[in-house]
């Protein structure tokens, strides 16, 4: 078998834009908490992305600890490689995927630091943009992106 041939059919969901919330953490809480009651393994696992000052993508694993309006907080040792690049280059990406659900949220925003000790503590990633995605069949997955304005959330629907 090669490699293009492997894939998946996705209909376990939809998701329409007249049914999420206007508010996406609100939207992510939801999808979150039914993540636990569906018993996904590892619900709170996010991909984690940093950019170094010289413009290198770098993505590892970390563990959401709380969500809230202010945002998406995980800890880390801030003289780690991705504490040291948070230093220079804020921007990050965060990343959720639950296959059991056969879904995936998008996070986009700046990270702050929470005071800790030193070398170690917490960081909020403020979100920007947030992408939610369905799978659905025939690859015709349904995707909604919210974008921060002055005063809340501009939702719209992607193209899949």
Do not use: C
Not at 65 to 88: A, M, P, Q
């Amino acid at each position: 078998m090669s490699i293009k041939d492997i894939r998946s059919e996705y209909s376990k969901g939809e998701l329409r834009k007249e049914n999420v919330n206007e508010n996406p953490i609100e939207q992510f809480k939801d999808w979150f908490n039914h993540a636990i009651e569906m018993k996904v393994t590892e619900v709170n696992v996010m991909t984690f992305a940093t950019v170094s000052p010289n413009g290198l993508p770098s993505a590892r694993i970390v563990l959401l600890k709380e969500v809230d309006d202010k945002g998406f907080v995980f800890f880390t040792n801030y003289k780690s490689r991705k504490g040291k690049e948070l230093d220079k280059m804020p921007h990050v990406a965060l990343l959720f995927y639950w296959k059991e659900l056969e879904r995936q949220i998008r996070i986009e925003g700046k990270a702050k630091k929470i005071k800790r000790p030193e070398n170690w503590g917490g960081y909020r990633v403020i979100p920007e943009k947030i992408e939610f995605w369905q799978g659905r069949t025939n690859r015709l997955h349904d995707r909604i992106l919210y974008t921060k304005i002055k005063k809340g959330w501009n939702i719209e629907r992607l193209e899949p």
